[in-house]
């Protein structure tokens, strides 16, 4: 277990922003905080202590939102996540992490700039309906976020590009992602502990950092019961810009 107080000058801030975007924050916030860890131990390593505090984070978040959550986005988009993660298992040796990096902030980048584009850019105003369910594209995106977390933990941007535009209420949305995301973590489980990420050194680790996870996370859930529709879209769509700026800058390894 690292000794050395630079190791939580790092890590203490990661928790804390991982866990604000598990209060419903934002996925560029937990972003932000996976770079923190990384500059003091190894990605892998960092991966590997903080999926068991996320795991507790979900626990947390399901509690809070136990009452939101939209069954239909679940049921459409689980199966897809499900084998997206048994495929990312599957070939984690072969496919580079830092190219689905890429290609999924490309993809995000683009998403979110056309909404900016739609909404406050000329000819602005017009209302846009919600999106109804679309199986084909739910499965799709579902495999992307299941892969996506497996093997480069950018997870949260492909659930965002389905999701957003059906334009749930924000308590009935963030409690989609916080069931989504937490039946995900939980699956991931199995594989690391598969591959021996999960070692006794790396859970004394997590266990370290736990009693930063719930204040952050009540932190998170606190901002989001408080907005509005029309504050809280424009601003998950800026934080899922910023993420996808985060990710695709890890790919590129600037």
């Known amino acids: 277990m690292p000794q050395d107080l630079s190791f939580y000058y790092a890590a203490v801030p990661a928790v804390l922003l991982v866990g604000l975007a598990k209060g419903g924050m934002g996925d560029a916030l937990s972003l932000i905080g996976l770079p923190f860890l990384a500059l003091v131990v190894s990605p892998v390593e960092a991966a590997a202590i903080l999926l068991p505090i996320l795991v507790f984070m979900d626990m947390i978040s399901l509690v809070i939102?136990?009452?939101?959550?939209?069954?239909?986005?679940?049921?459409?988009?689980?199966?897809g996540a499900v084998f997206g993660i048994a495929l990312g298992w599957a070939t984690?040796?072969?496919?580079?992490?830092n190219m689905l990096r890429i290609v999924i902030?490309?993809?995000?980048?683009?998403?979110?700039?056309?909404?900016?584009?739609?909404?406050?850019?000329?000819?602005?105003?017009?209302?846009?309906?919600?999106?109804?369910?679309?199986?084909?594209a739910a499965?799709?995106?579902?495999?992307?976020?299941?892969?996506?977390?497996?093997?480069?933990?950018?997870g949260g941007a492909p659930f965002q590009i389905y999701a957003l535009p059906l334009k749930l209420q924000p308590r009935e949305y963030t409690g989609t992602s916080?069931?989504?995301?937490?039946?995900?973590?939980?699956?991931?489980?199995?594989?690391?502990?598969?591959?021996?990420?999960?070692?006794?050194?790396?859970?004394?680790?997590?266990?370290?950092?736990?009693?930063?996870?719930?204040?952050?996370?009540?932190?998170g859930a606190w901002c989001v019961r408080r907005m509005?529709?029309?504050?809280?879209?424009?601003?998950?769509?800026?934080?899922?810009l910023i993420a996808a700026f985060l990710i695709v800058r890890e790919g590129l390894g600037w």
């Not at 939102?65 to 199966?79: E, F, S, V, Y």
């Not at 992307?144 to 950018?154: C, L, T």
């Open 65 to 79: 939102w136990r009452q939101h959550g939209d069954w239909a986005t679940l049921k459409i988009m689980l199966p």
């Open 92 to 97: 984690s040796a072969l496919v580079p992490g």
């Open 105 to 136: 902030g490309a993809v995000t980048i683009l998403f979110c700039l056309r909404y900016f584009w739609n909404n406050y850019g000329p000819g602005a105003g017009k209302i846009v309906p919600p999106r109804g369910q679309r199986p084909v």
């Open 139 to 154: 499965g799709l995106w579902g495999t992307f976020s299941g892969y996506g977390s497996f093997v480069a933990h950018a």
């Open 178 to 219: 916080v069931r989504f995301f937490a039946i995900l973590n939980a699956i991931k489980l199995i594989p690391y502990f598969a591959l021996g990420q999960l070692d006794t050194q790396n859970l004394a680790t997590s266990a370290t950092l736990l009693p930063f996870a719930p204040l952050a996370t009540l932190a």
């Open 228 to 240: 509005k529709p029309a504050i809280f879209y424009p601003f998950m769509y800026a934080m899922a």
